[in-house]
């Protein structure tokens, strides 16, 4: 066989939609789980991905741009998470020191914090337990793989948008 025919027979046995079955299958309990959670809460997961991104930040929070870059999200849609969650008493807006610059940054509030910090926990444990079977080594290199994966993934999106 052929190193060309040996790498399609490789990438035919992973194709991305049996990958996909293969991972949401085991993830479905977990999301059931983290919905609940987050429905007793008022949140989505468009909600909380928003939250922890604050809480890895910590008490001086971001701007709109630096939690729209890190959670990537467009800055409009990020813009209407921050108004609910702020409406919801989950965030607060931090005006700048310096009166005459507009800008402010976003942090959560005690009881977000404590929201986001249990969703953490329950997604670290969570990951834990997927990945208990692989050594530091075995680790390492699903790691490498996945930003392999993701960065590949990126170019091939923008060959594709840029060819339309």
Avoid: W
Avoid at 2 to 22: E, G, M
Avoid at 70 to 93: H, I, P, Q
Avoid at 129 to 146: E, G, H, M, P, Q
């Amino acid at each position: 066989m052929s190193d060309k025919a040996y790498r399609d027979a490789l990438i035919d046995r992973c194709d991305f939609f049996t990958f996909s079955k293969v991972i949401m299958r085991n993830l479905k309990s977990a999301h059931k789980e983290a919905e609940q959670y987050l429905r007793q809460c008022n949140l989505t997961p468009f909600h909380i991905g928003h939250m922890i991104t604050l809480y890895r930040a910590g008490a001086g929070g971001l701007t709109l741009k630096e939690l729209s870059d890190s959670a990537v999200c467009d800055k409009s849609n990020t813009s209407r998470v921050v108004s609910d969650l702020e409406s919801k008493g989950y965030l607060v807006r931090l005006k700048d020191k310096d009166i005459s610059i507009k800008k402010y940054s976003v942090a959560l509030t005690k009881t977000g914090v404590e929201i986001a910090r249990q969703v953490s926990a329950r997604l670290r444990a969570f990951t834990e337990s997927a990945v208990c079977n692989l050594d530091d080594r075995d680790l390492k290199t699903f790691i490498s793989l996945i930003e392999k994966m993701s960065a590949g993934a990126e170019n091939g999106l923008r060959r594709s948008q840029d060819n339309d």
